[in-house]
Nanobody, 115 residues
């Protein structure tokens, strides 16, 4: 079992920045991919960015050039630096970890981009 806890969400104005963190605990060996997903009100959950154990990253087109995903294996943590935020970035952001055939999710953290 892997436990994931997100932090860092909040209210930010358009054009602002916010940084999310995900702390992993439990049986964290062989986690080969971690990622951020988000779900806006009335919409399906969507991929934001992923990072593998080899530090290979993948981003949704909507966030390329604005968001940066990173991972600190020593701290069992993953981060998402979000810049130039837009109102359409408003969503609950979820941390995800893939280990063998299992996937784990955090409880989510709300990001609101508004004046």
């Amino acid at each position: 079992q892997v436990q994931l806890v997100e932090s860092g969400g909040g209210l930010v104005q358009p054009g602002g920045s916010l940084s999310l963190s995900c702390a992993a605990s439990g049986s964290i060996f062989s986690i080969y991919r971690m990622g951020w997903y988000r779900q806006a009100p009335g919409k399906e959950r969507e991929l934001v960015a992923t990072i593998t154990s080899d530090r290979i990253t993948n981003y949704a087109d909507s966030v390329k050039g604005r968001f940066t995903i990173s991972r600190d294996s020593a701290k069992n943590a993953m981060y998402l630096q979000m810049n130039s935020l837009k109102p359409e970035d408003t969503a609950v952001y979820y941390c995800n970890a893939a280990q063998f055939q299992f996937e784990y999710w955090g409880q989510g953290t709300l990001v609101t981009v508004s004046e």
